[in-house]
T-cell receptor, first 113, second 115 residues
Framework: KQEVTQIPAALSVPEGENLVLNCSFT??????LQWFRQDPGKGLTSLLL?????REQTSGRLNASLDKSSGRSTLYIAASQPGDSATYLC????????????FGEGTQLTVNP | NAGVMQNPRHLVRRRGQEARLRCSPM?????VYWYRQLPEEGLKFMVY????????ESGMPKERFSAEFPKEGPSILRIQQVVRGDSAAYFC?????????????FGPGTRLTVL
């Protein structure tokens, strides 16, 4: 059974800092990995999708890497801003879970002005 | 090009009533997934449907919950005789194929409160 773990569960940083969020998964036979952002009481905003054949994806200040063999992904946020405050979710598709997405519990990020 | 639509956005039911949650996938998408987010927990898969077929319902509770995706119209997640533990956010996602590499696009969710 696929399990996804995100560390840390919560993170508080001052504005301007670069930061890294971590995601690990137990079954490396994934099709892809996706990072989402969720604001309180809101839906999911897709940030980056990395296919299993890719090593990283970039969008603006965000960079996500994928190491399938070790079952790890990182989300790097450069020059953090208060507007980045949200919960960040990692989800994997494939392996024993087939077409469904298996989500981690999320990292709650607070960027202080 | 409208995204995934869900309605209602908020639903309040008393214990024992029925809840019907609707999901309209993105235009051209024929694959729908339902996920549930209980308070203070992560999102959990419930069911995967293709038009008129249930592909994977391994995440659905065995009783009171059912889902359909008819040939015409939205996908419906139905909860009979709701209990307080059903209070959660229910998210729908859609994709244009069930292929392994296809991205799922999420709707805004329906927040169900059971009194």
């Amino acid at each position: 059974k696929q399990e996804v773990t995100q560390i840390p569960a919560a993170l508080s940083v001052p504005e301007g800092e670069n930061l890294v969020l971590n995601c690990s998964f137990t079954d490396s036979a994934i099709y892809n990995l996706q990072w989402f952002r969720q604001d309180p009481g809101k839906g999911l905003t897709s940030l980056l999708l990395i296919q299993s054949s890719q090593r990283e994806q970039t969008s603006g200040r965000l960079n996500a890497s994928l190491d399938k063999s070790s079952g790890r992904s990182t989300l790097y946020i450069a020059a953090s801003q208060p507007g980045d405050s949200a919960t960040y979710l990692c989800a994997v598709k494939g392996g024993t879970s087939g077409s469904r997405l298996t989500f981690g519990e999320g990292t709650q990020l607070t960027v202080n002005p | 090009n409208a995204g995934v639509m869900q309605n209602p956005r908020h639903l309040v039911r008393r214990r024992g009533q029925e809840a019907r949650l609707r999901c309209s996938p993105m235009k051209g998408h024929s694959h729908v997934y339902w996920y549930r987010q209980l308070p203070e927990e992560g999102l959990k898969f419930m069911v995967y449907l293709q038009k008129e077929n249930i592909i994977d319902e391994s995440g659905m509770p065995k009783e009171r919950f059912s889902a359909e995706f008819p040939k015409e119209g939205p996908s419906i997640l139905r909860i009979q005789q709701v209990v307080r533990g059903d209070s959660a956010a229910y998210f729908c996602a859609s994709s244009d194929q069930g292929a392994s590499y296809n991205e799922q696009f999420f709707g805004p969710g329906t927040r169900l409160t059971v009194l």
